[in-house]
């Protein structure tokens, strides 16, 4: 029960982890697309302020317009230099998007601020045709920032607000207010209102996208994880075993090194599924893996290879002598007590042991060679240690 227990909370925790590292996702992905629209957005607003400078040119100040477009291109200019920080820098040090990202709505809110001011004091120093020239433009400039900054709702909130909401204003607040001053008021709230609407859109079908594609990532990596993997035990089968075997005789014939490896079959382990269950069986199984893994190194591998049977991988092992030790370390741990679903359980195991290279140059006949001795360390009573000697196969009692 207790483990079953342990299980569903581990179980609750990766949903969290995994929900946590969507929302990271999420984050990382946006500044992503947020950051490879910004050049052209930048150019197309400071081609746009250029455009507006010569329009209202006649009618404005000249000091006034310069110091705008002067505001306008500092301001772009600061925001290239987060992106070109935010582009070059390595893929870890990209993981803390918060600073990026925050910096990127602050630049946002920053030319939005400049526009408004644009639509509120430009035009009421222009005639009729220009404050439509005016508004026009900043449509188009909201309707590009629905596109742009739709990865980002915030980023959306910090453009289309300071930018339009003065337009709306001088509209209703003209002393000489017309019908078609207030419609171009009401015309500018619907568009931006449809405006929201669009960027909402194409920013939740941005993470619907992304999320598709995480939950694919991750199938794959589950997928690939339980090809290589015991679904009860989740230790490495025997597919990754033997890839790791054979690695590690790779390298010890390389720096001339020792290998242990050791067959491992539990005594008695069928009396208690028939006595207890499968389900108690199968938390035994479970219980007795960690409390293996708990004496070995972080460099060996515990394997699961079907039913009671576990194999165990001991590279650069100093001795014969050490190996055997640890042998006998993991043989008195398994004989230990386990209380499984309120029921005490005592259990043994036998172990068989192969030495690379005396008993074996590869992954084939080391692994005969730990078996035959695990099945000699059985007939001799269960519940102890062999080493595998080459007279062996003879010597095996009736």
Known sequence: MAYKTIRMFLSKLVDRNRAQALNKGIKQESLKL???????????????????????????????????????????????????????????????VAPYLYSFRIGTFSSGLLWGWTAFFFASQVDAVLQIYITFMLG??????ASSLAADKTSVFCFFIPTIVPNIVHYFS???ATMTTVGLGWMLILYTAFMFYSARVQGKNIFENYQLRLDATVREQKISHLAFHDVLTDLPNRALFNDRLSQALRNSARNQTFIGVMFLDLDGFKMVNDSHGHDVGDELLI????????????????????????IILLPDVASTKVTLAIAEKIRACAEGLF???????????SIGVAIYPEHGRDSNALL???????????????????????????????
């Open 34 to 96: 947020l950051a490879a629209s910004l050049p052209i957005s930048v150019f197309i607003s400071v081609a746009l302020g250029l455009l507006l400078t010569w329009g209202l040119a006649e009618q404005v100040a000249q000091l006034e317009l310069s110091l705008w477009l002067s505001a306008l291109i500092i301001i772009s200019s600061l925001r290239l230099v987060v992106f070109y920080s935010f582009s070059h820098r390595s893929p870890a040090s990209r993981e803390d």
């Open 287 to 310: 219980a007795m893996s960690k409390r293996i893994s708990t004496n070995l190194r972080r460099t060996d591998t515990l394997s699961r290879i079907g039913g009671d049977e576990f």
């Open 174 to 176: 003209l002393n000489e």
């Open 339 to 349: 209380e499984i679903n309120n029921k005490e359980l005592h259990i043994s195991a």
């Open 368 to 398: 005969k060679s730990a078996d035959m001795a695990m099945y000699y360390a059985k007939a001799l009573g269960k519940n102890n240690t062999q080493l595998y000697n080459a007279d062996l196969a003879n010597s095996v009692p009736e």
């Open 140 to 145: 188009g400039l909201i309707a590009g920032g």
